[in-house]
């Protein structure tokens, strides 16, 4: 073999290993480093000529690309004795081909042979057979972009990865190089915090570091308590909302976090949702909604979701429009207009089940102790007289009915107005005024009633009047 870029080789080696050298894509220079070092410590040319085979037998079983990127690494980082260490090979060896790629990708981009060669990496095989590949890729780009690789390569961060999963190790990598927050993000308390809350709420946390790059903020105190306290479902919703809308001082400020905490989890859980899906911050942040924990309370989790809805949806309008500029008309930071109302119960399923079961009790009683089958002409005459019987028992039975459901509507309508009132969303007698509110009145002058309530009740804040 012609081998003027080799020098002089012992006469033993092999041109087969330089050819698999050169064919995995070692250059001149990093051959030159190799020989250099394994000349010095080869005691004769067959000592030589077999660990010249075996660097050409770890190129050639971790494939093509991982073995370019480790011949670069020796040509980069000159450290000829750490990389050809049979340490170093047996971690190769025992990850697959795509992360060995990435792992000597990351030792020529930060040139910390030291901490990727140390101990604790190369016993750590077992924790990339636990991260799927794309964790992997984040894992290595961290440490590239950082240059953190003894931070990101201590026990506690490998086994954090490993206890949250691939999905939420792959955003916890990410927000390292998307932030450079390396000291914040392997905190112990941060750690703590994110096995507390669970997996998927922890993904969209470390995804909400990433992608706002809020890091003082979404590390502070005050919010991982928050999260702890309204529990791993709502905090991942609100986490999301913040990823989502980019509202981080508004999303983490204390009116926020104590309207949430006081609605319950559940409905905690329905309001990051819906801003989440409606990107309405300003409107559903407003002191206004802030100030309606007590009617969210009130109307249960379920109801809540029409309601925060109905805000999040709302169109901001100009107040001169059609708002008639009154001192006691409610201020609205985001001039939310509208408020939808909630669906009012009519009881009519109530009335049919009563007109029912009392219709069965009739006709079993009739047919059981009334002998209506004496006879069949007799019998005639009596079923005429008990079905004629029989209807003015339902239609008295109906009128009753119909008039505890109206009872029963109205005070449902008066507890559900002395509630919003006091939290300062105000009904009025929409019948009273000129009927010309572009927003509940249609051009045949119908009231909106599947929107704003009955017309006695409006709660559209355009047209609104004082509260009857």
């Not at 009273?432 to 927003?439: E, F, H, N, S």
Request: net charge negative; aromatic share 12%.
């Amino acid at each position: 073999m012609s081998n003027g870029w080799l020098g002089q080789p012992p006469q033993h080696a092999d041109e087969k290993a330089f050819k698999t050298l050169v064919k995995a894509g070692c250059g001149q220079d990093e051959i030159h480093l190799i020989v250099s070092h394994i000349s010095k410590d080869s005691k004769n040319g067959d000592d030589w000529a077999k660990k010249l085979y075996d660097i050409a037998a770890f190129a050639k079983t971790i494939g093509i690309p991982a073995a370019k990127d480790y011949f670069r690494a020796i040509g980069e980082t000159k450290a000829v004795a750490e990389l050809t260490d049979e340490r170093v090979f047996n971690f190769a060896k025992s990850i697959d081909p795509h992360t060995a790629e990435w792992y000597f990708w990351t030792i020529w981009g930060t040139k910390a042979v030291a901490e990727l060669t140390a101990d604790r990496v190369l016993k750590s095989a077992e924790f990339f057979k636990a991260i799927d590949g794309l964790a992997t890729v984040e894992y290595f780009l961290a440490i590239r972009e950082t240059k953190a690789a003894a931070e990101l390569t201590d026990e506690k961060v490998l086994n954090f990865a490993k206890s949250i999963g691939s999905d939420a190790a792959v955003d916890y990598f990410g927000a390292f190089w998307e932030t450079r927050a390396v000291a914040k993000l392997t905190e112990e308390r941060i750690l703590d915090f994110a096995r507390s809350i669970g997996s998927d709420a922890a993904r969209e946390y470390f995804r909400a570091i990433r992608e706002t790059k809020a890091v003082e903020e979404l590390t502070s105190e005050r919010v991982l308590t928050f999260a702890k306290t309204i529990g791993n479902i709502a905090a991942e919703d609100c986490f999301r909302a913040i990823r989502k809308t980019k509202a981080v001082a508004e999303l983490t400020s204390d009116n926020v976090f104590v309207f949430a905490e006081s609605i319950g989890r559940n409905a905690a859980k329905e309001y990051f949702r819906v801003i989440e899906s409606t990107k309405a911050v300003a409107q559903l942040t407003a002191e206004s909604v802030l100030d309606t924990a007590g009617v969210v309370r009130a109307i249960g989790s379920d109801a809540a979701v029409d309601y925060f809805l109905a805000i999040g949806e709302s169109k901001v309008e100009d107040s001169s429009a059609g708002m008639a500029k009154d001192a006691s008309s409610p201020t609205h930071e985001a001039t939310v207009q509208i408020l939808s109302t909630l669906d009012i119960p009519t009881y009519n399923g109530h009335r049919v089940l009563g007109l029912l079961g009392l219709s069965a009790f009739f006709w079993f009683y009739v047919f059981q102790y009334a002998g209506l089958g004496i006879g069949v002409s007799r019998g005639l005459l009596d079923l005429a007289i008990v079905a004629g019987v029989w209807a003015c028992m339902l239609y008295i039975a109906n009128f009753l009915l119909g008039t505890i459901a109206q009872r029963s509507i109205e005070q449902f309508v008066q507890r559900r107005r002395r509630l919003l009132n006091e939290h300062g969303i105000p009904w009025h007698d929409c019948l009273a005024g000129d009927k010309q509110c572009r927003y509940c009145w249609s051009t045949g002058h119908s009231h909106a009633d599947d929107r704003y309530d009955y017309g006695r009740f409006c709660r559209c804040l355009a047209c609104r009047t004082a509260p009857s």
